[in-house]
T-cell receptor
Framework: SQQGEEDPQALSIQEGENATMNCSYK?????LQWYRQNSGRGLVHLIL?????REKHSGRLRVTLDTSKKSSSLLITASRAADTASYFC??????????????FGAGTQVVVTP | SQTIHQWPATLVQPVGSPLSLECTVE??????LYWYRQAAGRGLQLLFY??????ISSEVPQNLSASRPQDRQFILSSKKLLLSDSGFYLC?????????FGSGTRLTVV
């Protein structure tokens, strides 16, 4: 089963609104990462938050991590049409054989309408 | 700067034909390399990873194989493709601060 699961599966908002998506995971992690994928393209790394961090910002992105609840959220503020994409969380599990392998969720599809 | 090249971008192959997808990395040495597959509308499934030349680990049993003949080259292969091998294949390398993905290959097996 997937380590990370995003919620909601799809999100439709208007430009200027904020978009929030959540990710839950099952096992202890070294870090959690968020990626963005435009249709038919490769994934682009957005932000990495380590297990000892609670919040991180990058431009209009804000990521929180609650290790006690095994959950993370990604907030995109003042959304733009160009933010339309699928967003994935990925976890780097703790383990001697993890080798930096990431496990991805199924993603949240975000549509921002002008 | 580090870059990752993956080709071809799209590929249509008949069932039973062989496959070879190539990925090369520039600007770094001894990278951890990964092959992922993404089914339509789904997340990514890790297929293979490599921590060095000739070192390949498989995550799931399948009709595919991987090889790393050079430090910055990672190849995904199959001797005989199945319909179920269709999907979007992504190569990635890890810097420890996140993955850098290639642009992907969309494989359609017909």
């Amino acid at each position: 089963s997937q380590q990370g699961e995003e919620d909601p599966q799809a999100l439709s908002i208007q430009e200027g609104e904020n978009a929030t998506m959540n990710c839950s995971y099952k096992t202890s992690i070294n870090n959690l990462q968020w990626y963005r994928q435009n249709s038919g393209r490769g994934l682009v790394h957005l932000i990495l938050i380590r297990s000892n961090e609670r919040e991180k910002h990058s431009g209009r992105l804000r990521v929180t991590l609650d290790t006690s609840k095994k959950s993370s959220s990604l907030l995109i503020t003042a959304s733009r049409a160009a933010d339309t994409a699928s967003y994935f969380c990925a976890t780097d599990k703790i383990g001697t054989d993890s080798w930096g392998k990431l496990q991805f969720g199924a993603g949240t599809q975000v549509v921002v309408t002008p | 700067s580090q870059t990752i090249h993956q080709w071809p971008a799209t590929l249509v192959q008949p069932v039973g034909s062989p496959l070879s997808l190539e990925c090369t990395v520039e600007g770094t040495s001894n990278p951890n390399l990964y092959w992922y597959r993404q089914a339509a509308g789904r997340g990514l499934q890790l297929l293979f990873y490599s921590v060095g030349i000739g070192q390949i680990s498989s995550e799931v049993p399948q009709n595919l194989s991987a090889s790393r003949p050079q430090d910055r080259q990672f190849i995904l292969s199959s001797k005989k493709l199945l319909l179920s091998d269709s999907g979007f294949y992504l190569c990635a390398w890890s810097s420890g601060e996140g993955y850098t993905f290639g642009s992907g290959t969309r494989l359609t097996v017909v």
